[in-house]
């Protein structure tokens, strides 16, 4: 049985080609449609965790709508990490770059500060709303752009790799990082034509 990990934005980030429809509505409902079957026939099987889940459905208007929805095809399951072994040298790595991001992000700050200084004879209310926007997109840039940046990334990394599935996401940080620990991984426009490819549909 495959097994694929469903990463929250394989639903919401609609700039990607998926021809499953041209909102995230439609998008579940396509899935449902393409899926159920093979579900229920255990030939499929799609999976996120809980917290990516609760994410997810947080997107929607009518949140129980699409939760009684999705429920048909996907199952919520958290990974077990008590069993889960992992090489100790994907941590110093992990926290090595975190290290990295966090020097980046100090001298970002530091520049727009001095930044700030020389032009502080601007209209304050300006300066504001220019250089805080600048700062708050340079510093995400610098931080988490790229990045394992949360603990509902790293859980979906430990489902797949706890039932050796295909994680699907278009976060580049998140796939690079599930690269590093070793797991199966797919963009949604690709899973799209997989779908089709294992079950015709």
């Given amino acids: 049985m495959d097994s694929f990990i469903l990463d929250t934005n394989f639903f919401i980030n609609l700039q990607r080609p998926l021809g499953l429809g041209s909102s995230k509505e439609e998008v579940v409902d396509s899935l449902i449609k393409k899926t159920e079957v093979a579900v229920k026939k255990h030939e499929l099987e799609l999976l996120t965790t809980p917290a990516s889940f609760e994410e997810l459905v947080g997107f929607f208007e009518d949140q129980e709508d699409v939760r009684k929805k999705l ?91 706890q039932k050796n599935g295909t994680l699907v996401s278009s976060d580049n940080g998140l796939l690079l990082w599930a690269q590093r620990f070793g797991c199966k991984q797919l963009f949604p426009e690709h899973f799209a034509i997989k779908l089709s490819a294992l079950f015709n549909v």
Avoid: C, H, M, N
Wanted: zero cysteines; aromatic letters at 6%; a positive charge.
């Fill in 71 to 161: 429920l048909r095809v996907i199952t919520i399951q958290s990974p077990d990490t008590s069993t889960l072994s992992l090489q100790a040298g994907l941590f110093v790595d992990l926290v090595e770059e975190i290290g990295k991001r966090l020097y980046k992000g100090l001298r970002i700050t530091e520049e727009t500060i001095r930044t700030v200084i020389q032009d502080s004879e601007k209209d304050t209310r300006s300066l504001s709303e220019t250089y805080v926007k600048l700062l708050r997109e340079r510093y995400r840039k610098a931080t988490r752009e790229g990045f394992l940046d949360s603990t509902v990334d790293l859980g979906l990394i430990f489902l797949a790799r």
